[in-house]
T-cell receptor, first 115, second 111 residues
Framework: DTGVSQDPRHKITKRGQNVTFRCDPI?????LYWYRQTLGQGPEFLTY????????KSRLLSDRFSAERPKGSFSTLEIQRTEQGDSAMYLC?????????????FGSGTRLTVV | EDKVVQSPLSLVVHEGDTVTLNCSYE??????LLWYKQEKKAPTFLFML????IEKKSGRLSSILDKKELFSILNITATQTGDSAIYLC???????????FGQGTTLQVKP
C-alpha cells in the first residue's frame, strides 16, 4: 500500500450534472477526511469518518453533497446538481488518529471543473 | 469561530535569502499545529508542533510554536528555487483530528 489514492485525478462536468469521487485510504488508517481547496485558499474541512461512521460534517457540506464510507474502507464523495462554485480540488486524507499524532497522509486530489 | 491566519500571503526572494513565515491561530480545543508544503498537488508534511518553545528542525527548515501568544513561525534559510511553493499552516482541533488551514503563503525563490 503506497498511500492514499484518489480517482479520478481530473473531472470536467457540465453544470447540473452529478459527479462522484473515490478515495482509497491507507489500509490500516481508520480515520478518513475530505477537504476542498479553491484557488488561492487553504484546504477547508468537509467531513470526517471514523471507520464507517460519519462523525462530523462541515456547514460547507450542503445537501447537494453526500459522502459514504461503506465497511470502513474506501470512501465516495458525491455532488449532485453541480454548480460553478463547486469547481475546486477535492482532497482526501487518512490517519490512524493516535492521540497527539495526527499524522495525515493526503491523496493527490481530484480537480473538478464545472463548466 | 476557529481561525488560522498566515502572513505574508505571498513573498518573492532570491536564492540564498532567509525567510520567515508566520501563522497565528484562534482555535478551541487546540491539539497541535502542522506545517505543509504544497506544489500543485497534495500537501506534503513538514512539521508537527505540540509544545511551546521546542524548535523542530529539518535541514534548512525550522519551526517553533508559542502556545501563549498563539502563533508559529516557519524559517527557511539559504533558500533555493526548489523551495518555491505554497506553505500551509494547519491546526488540529478537537478529538476528530480535523485540520483548520490558513490561506497559505506563496513563496517564490528567484535564481
Amino acid at each position: 500500500d503506497t498511500g492514499v489514492s484518489q480517482d479520478p485525478r481530473h473531472k470536467i462536468t457540465k453544470r447540473g450534472q452529478n459527479v462522484t469521487f473515490r478515495c482509497d485510504p491507507i489500509s490500516e488508517h481508520n480515520r478518513l477526511y475530505w477537504y476542498r481547496q479553491t484557488l488561492g485558499q487553504g484546504p477547508e474541512f468537509l467531513t470526517y469518518f471514523q471507520n464507517e461512521a460519519q462523525l462530523e460534517k462541515s456547514r460547507l457540506l450542503s445537501d447537494r453533497f453526500s459522502a459514504e464510507r461503506p465497511k470502513g474502507s474506501f470512501s465516495t464523495l458525491e455532488i449532485q446538481r453541480t454548480e460553478q462554485g463547486d469547481s475546486a480540488m477535492y482532497l482526501c486524507a487518512s490517519s490512524t488518529g493516535t492521540a497527539y499524532n495526527y499524522g495525515y497522509t493526503f491523496g493527490s486530489g481530484t480537480r473538478l471543473t464545472v463548466v | 469561530e476557529d481561525k488560522v491566519v498566515q502572513s505574508p500571503l505571498s513573498l518573492v526572494v532570491h536564492e540564498g535569502d532567509t525567510v520567515t513565515l508566520n501563522c497565528s491561530y484562534e482555535v478551541t480545543n487546540f491539539r497541535s499545529l502542522l506545517w505543509y508544503k504544497q506544489e500543485k498537488k497534495a500537501p506534503t508534511f513538514l512539521f508537527m508542533l505540540t509544545s511551546s518553545g521546542i524548535e523542530k528542525k529539518s535541514g534548512r527548515l525550522s519551526s517553533i510554536l508559542d502556545k501563549k501568544e498563539l502563533f508559529s513561525i516557519l524559517n527557511i534559510t539559504a533558500t533555493q528555487t526548489g523551495d518555491s511553493a505554497i506553505y500551509l499552516c494547519a491546526v488540529v482541533s478537537g478529538n476528530t483530528g480535523k485540520l483548520i488551514f490558513g490561506q497559505g503563503t506563496t513563496l517564490q525563490v528567484k535564481p
